[in-house]
Each structure stands twice: as structure tokens, then as C-alpha cells.
């Protein structure tokens, strides 16, 4: 059974950076057969795509598209989300996602708050 679970959130004012990391937790696990991305859920609002990887290419959020990068490092099965130019309307709970076939994966989820 995989697990994912990510790290890196945090308080970080307007226009700054934060890089998200979300490492997947299973010996057979291969980027090569899994989509990976990134959610995001705000307080009252339904959860969101943010990025999203399959074997081909890379989608993003129309809101974060020039602003956020989705990479991965393949021998140490870790996702990253590197966010720039962040704005008060990204803060939210980040959460890290894996799709192999009809199985999802979800991690617990990682707070990003963006204030001055």
C-alpha cells in the first residue's frame, strides 16, 4: 500500500516562495506507472487541482500556471512543488496525490499560510 506524505508548509508573506516536498513510501514504486500532483483545499472551499503529472505531461491550475513547478526526483520517489509569487488566495492545505489505474492516494495534507 502506498503512502505519500508531504512536508514543507508553512507562513510565508506575499511574493515569497515555498518548496512543498511529498515523498512516496513503497520499494515497487515507480514514477513511470503513477500521475503525481498537488491539491489544495481553502477553509469553506472544495478541494482543487493544482498540478498534476501523468507519464506525458504536466497540467496546472489556471491560478498558478507561470508561478508554481511541479518536479520530482526519481531515485528518492519525491514530488515537489515549488511555489512563487505567492498570494494571500493560494493559502490553504496542500495535499499530495498518486493515481495508479482506479486507486488513489492521498497524503494528510500540509498547511500553507501566505500574510503579512
Known amino acids: 500500500q502506498l503512502q505519500v506524505a508531504e512536508s514543507g508548509g508553512g507562513l510565508v508573506q506575499p511574493g515569497g516562495s515555498l518548496r512543498l516536498s511529498c515523498a512516496m513510501s513503497?520499494?515497487?514504486?515507480?514514477?513511470?506507472?503513477?500521475?503525481v500532483g498537488w491539491y489544495r483545499q481553502a477553509p469553506g472551499k472544495q478541494r482543487e487541482l493544482v498540478a498534476l503529472?501523468?507519464?506525458?505531461?504536466?497540467n496546472y491550475a489556471d491560478s498558478v500556471k507561470g508561478r508554481f513547478t511541479l518536479s520530482r526526483d526519481i531515485p528518492t520517489k519525491t514530488v515537489y512543488l515549488q511555489m512563487n509569487s505567492l498570494k494571500p488566495e493560494d493559502a490553504a492545505v496542500y495535499f499530495c496525490?498518486?493515481?495508479?489505474?482506479?486507486?488513489?492516494?492521498w497524503g494528510q495534507g500540509t498547511q500553507v499560510t501566505v500574510s503579512s
Open positions: 496525490y498518486a493515481a495508479l489505474g482506479t486507486s488513489n492516494y
Open positions: 513503497e520499494n515497487q514504486f515507480h514514477f513511470h506507472y503513477y500521475d
Open positions: 503529472k501523468n507519464r506525458d505531461t504536466t
